[in-house]
């Protein structure tokens, strides 16, 4: 039975486990992922990106995880902000992680950023392996959300911080009505002329309204071994971020 009502959220039918179903998805998605994520956040995520990375300059991390990499974004530009010694990406999905390698590659940046096939909710590397853990537009896609998040603590050294950004609800009754006709009416007809699955723009918005926001992810991080959870929103609500101490 799942925990968190987004864990009930997923991308096709039933017949399946959700992170089956989400590999499946960004697999499909991956030759688009990076147009697609500009163009509907409508520049946005660098922005965002660079918040969530910028927050982590006081602990100056050393080794840093980004979990559910993706294509890499987020680890690129932990490497080009933070200058740590190594920056591993993991991901359940080989077709993002070989759209992310492609542009490690293009960039020179092989020894320093590493992309792995690995899952969050069950993390390959011993306790205490990092300084810093990242997560953008990931959380939400978890089969199981406290364990993907207790995971990431238990990697983390004592001291160390996660940051995470999350697509989210605007709280304002006013920016929701205008978030709720972009995300249903402009992202389905951007998905119908750029994505190969149109399918994964329907899930997008269900996911983000299935998915904890503010004090009750704040609440659900501290359960999960986290302390100091701070939470700051971007772009009148649509994006949240997390940031927390082990
Ligand atoms: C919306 S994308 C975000 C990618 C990247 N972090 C970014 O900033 O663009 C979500 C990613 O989470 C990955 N993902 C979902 N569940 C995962 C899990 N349990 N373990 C690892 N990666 C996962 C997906 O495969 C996908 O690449």
Do not use: H
């Not at 697999?27 to 995520?45: K, V």
């Not at 020179?108 to 997560?135: H, P």
């Not at 364990?147 to 929701?176: Q, T, Y």
């Amino acid at each position: 039975m799942a925990d968190y009502k987004c864990e009930n959220v997923k991308p096709y039918d039933e017949s399946k486990g959700k992170k089956e179903q989400v590999e499946q998805m960004f697999d499909a998605i991956a030759d688009n992922y990076d147009p697609m994520n500009r163009l509907m956040s409508l520049g946005n995520d660098k922005a965002w990106r660079r918040e969530a990375i910028d927050s982590l300059k006081g602990v100056a991390p050393k080794r840093i995880l980004d979990v559910a990499t993706g294509t890499g974004d987020l680890a690129i530009m932990a490497n080009e902000r933070l200058r740590p010694d190594s920056v591993v990406g993991i991901d359940i999905s080989e077709g993002m992680l070989n759209v992310g390698r492609k542009k490690i590659a293009d960039m020179g940046l092989d020894g320093v950023i590493e992309l792995r096939v690995g899952d969050s909710t069950a993390l390959e590397f011993a306790d205490g392996s990092f300084d810093a853990v990242t997560v953008a537009f990931g959380v939400r896609n978890f089969e199981s959300l406290a364990k993907g998040l207790s995971e990431m603590c238990r990697v983390l050294r004592p001291g160390g911080v996660a940051a995470i950004l999350e697509l989210s609800e605007p709280s304002n009754w006013f920016f929701k009505l205008g978030y709720k006709f972009y995300t249903k009416v402009v992202i389905p007809v951007f998905a119908k002329l750029l994505s190969k699955d149109t399918q994964a723009y329907v899930y997008l918005p269900q996911s983000i309204e299935a998915f904890p926001q503010g004090e009750e992810m704040k609440a659900l991080l501290k359960d999960c071994g986290f302390s100091d959870v701070k939470v700051r929103t971007f772009t009148f609500g649509t994006c949240s971020f997390y940031y927390a101490k082990k």
